[in-house]
């Protein structure tokens, strides 16, 4: 079992759409888990950082953590087309020496 | 401005050739890594570097080196033992105390002739 899962896709909606993106984990060391958006051939951008469980919203966007269930989601309301991008998440145990641990990232298309 | 930059934008390398990776960060931050990504793999690490002069392999280190003289500079080389270096290459890093909010920078795109 690897460490991270996440769906590839691709995920296609309509413009105005409700997103979920999800990931589940098999280490329960992690701590910090984080949401990166990356359109092609450019690098990814930190979109939401969330620390141990519970919910994180930021404008359209909210990130939930259920450690208990070793499962992570992100939500983007009202999707637009320039959301259209891949969709990575991370997680840390941070523990010294230790880095970032990605899915494999879900491919989104929003279509106006 | 602060941010990441990274050079070239595209690398063409020649059989048994090393090349070069440059990784230039403005954040003053203490950490940096290089991150390799190929289409349905993800973003694996490759090598790492909590603080100046001192850096650690990641989970695929073999065929590349780096150095870390300077904190805002993390170059990367590809050596002639690395044989499938065809990839996107990604630089990031991060505040010591917050290892794990990493910035990236856009990216250099190696392929081989």
């Known amino acids: 079992q690897k460490e991270v899962e996440q769906d590839p896709g691709p995920l296609s909606v309509p413009e105005g759409a409700i997103v979920s993106l999800n990931c589940t984990y098999s280490n329960s060391a992690f701590q910090y888990f984080m949401w990166y958006r990356q359109y092609s051939r450019k690098g990814p951008e930190l979109l939401m950082y969330t620390y141990s469980s519970g919910n994180k919203e930021d404008g359209r966007f909210t990130a939930q953590v259920d450690k208990s269930s070793k499962y992570i989601s992100l939500f983007i309301r009202d999707s637009q087309p320039s959301d259209s991008a891949t969709y990575l998440c991370a997680m840390s145990a941070y523990q010294a020496g230790t880095a970032l641990i990605f899915g494999k990232g879900t491919t989104l298309s929003v279509s106006s | 401005d602060g941010g990441i930059t990274q050079s070239p934008k595209y690398l063409f390398r020649k059989e048994g050739q090393n090349v070069t990776l440059s990784c230039e960060q403005n954040?003053?931050?203490?950490?940096m890594y290089w991150y390799r990504q190929d289409p349905g793999q993800g973003l694996r690490l490759i090598y790492y570097?909590?603080?100046?002069?001192?850096?650690q392999k990641g989970d695929i280190a073999e065929g590349y080196s780096v150095s870390r003289e300077k904190k805002e500079s993390f170059p990367l080389t590809v050596t002639s033992a690395q044989k499938n270096p065809t990839a996107f290459y990604l630089c990031?890093?991060?505040?010591?105390?917050?290892?794990?909010?990493?910035?990236f920078g856009p990216g250099t795109r190696l392929l081989v002739l």
């Open positions: 954040l003053n931050h203490d950490a």
């Open positions: 990031a890093s991060s505040a010591d105390r917050d290892q794990e909010t990493q910035y």
């Open positions: 570097s909590q603080i100046v002069n001192d850096f």
